[in-house]
């Protein structure tokens, strides 16, 4: 089974704090993806990265930053939270590279900024 | 401009009362379309990958149908544990990103 795992199932920070958000993947896929999803507005994707220390800007990157040292590890930063970053945060991860592939989602953080 | 989009918003059905799930999209050429359970507080769950139209696919009381402009989750006879939020989604033409739906909200009450 893909296993996609995610640091925190709930964070609160206050603003102007630096957050980590951390995801690791146990299958070996090549991509990895940071999305956050909100009440209306469905999941918009934030960062993504093909390969290790590669990253691409989403959709809604402002704010935001990512780091992939490492094949199964993606971080998504937020340097300087703020009350608008309060959110469902997913991480996803998939195989391949003909964009076809099947996304596996991890269990979520909540980050609420206050 | 890829676009999805899903109806109704909201569910509420019976135990045992069928009904189907749409979701429509424009695409400059479909190459794959997802179907994801989704818990309240949880990350969306792989249901089904559909890539051409007439193509079904089947798991317990759910059946996922695809034409050239929209797909169908049928749910036959859903219990309360099919309670969740389904999304669908495909991969943008020519960005590769995922275009997801912002989902229904099926509940199905005892």
């Known amino acids: 089974d893909v296993k996609v795992t995610q640091s925190s199932r709930y964070l609160v920070k206050r603003t102007g704090e630096k957050v980590f958000l951390e995801c690791v993947q146990d299958?070996?896929?090549?991509?990895m993806f940071w999305y956050r999803q909100d009440p209306g507005l469905g999941l918009r994707l934030i960062y993504f990265s093909y390969d290790v220390k590669m990253k691409e800007k989403g959709d809604i990157p402002e704010g935001y930053s990512v780091s992939r040292e490492k094949k199964e590890r993606f971080s998504l930063i937020l340097e300087s939270a703020s009350t608008n970053q309060t959110s469902m945060y997913l991480c996803a991860s998939s195989f391949g590279s003909t964009g076809q592939e099947t996304q596996y989602f991890g269990p979520g953080t909540r980050l609420l900024v206050l | 401009e890829d676009q999805v989009t899903q109806s109704p918003e909201a569910l509420r059905l019976q135990e045992g009362e069928s009904s189907s799930l749409n979701c429509s999209y424009t695409v400059s050429g479909l190459r794959g379309l997802f179907w994801y359970r989704q818990d309240p507080g949880k990350g969306p769950e792989f249901l089904f990958t559909?890539?051409?139209a007439g193509e079904e696919k089947e798991k317990e009381r759910l059946k996922a149908t695809l034409t050239k402009k929209e797909s169908f989750l049928h749910i036959t006879a859903p219990k309360p544990e099919d309670s969740a939020t389904y999304l669908c989604a495909f991969p943008s033409y020519n960005t590769d990103k995922l275009i997801f739906g912002t989902g229904t909200r099926l509940q199905v009450f005892p």
């Open positions: 299958m070996d896929h090549e991509n």
């Open positions: 559909l890539y051409s």
